[in-house]
């Protein structure tokens, strides 16, 4: 058994912090470990990887995708111009919609992120 030297109380020879008042038991009466003095400062996302997503979002809002009406057989129809679907009947896939641009926003987050300016 050790002695905590702060509040005199003994804890297990495998502790290296207090139990009870959370100082070190090693001799240091710090009651946290020491962080590094040299932390950098966090940067700042990447701005133009930012301005390119809010591009892609754009692009996938005015190329939706296209699926075939709920009276034919399912049918992937492609990327056409919002104004010209490319059949009459066709409906916007409101699905695929929504994961095209989840999948752009977090791409485009963690890109500003991994592409940060320190």
């Known amino acids: ?7 005199q109380r003994p804890q297990p020879e495998i502790n290296r912090f ?4 959370g100082r070190r038991i090693d001799g240091n009466a710090e009651s946290t470990p ?3 003095s040299d932390r ?4 700042q996302l990447n701005i133009q990887v930012l301005y390119g997503m809010v591009a892609a ?4 809002i005015v190329f939706p995708p296209w699926e075939a009406s709920p ?3 399912p049918e992937f129809l492609g990327m056409h111009f919002i104004f010209s ?4 009947d066709a409906v916007i896939s409101r699905m695929l919609q929504t994961i095209e641009l989840i999948t752009i926003t977090i791409a485009g987050m963690y890109g500003a992120f991994l ?4």
């Open 85 to 88: 679907p490319p059949n009459p």
């Open 115 to 118: 592409f940060r300016q320190k």
């Open 57 to 60: 979002l754009v692009l996938a």
């Open 71 to 73: 009276a034919l057989p």
């Open 34 to 36: 020491s962080l590094p």
């Open 1 to 7: 058994m050790q002695i905590c030297p702060a509040c």
């Open 40 to 43: 950098s400062e966090p940067g």
């Open 18 to 21: 207090c139990t009870h008042c």
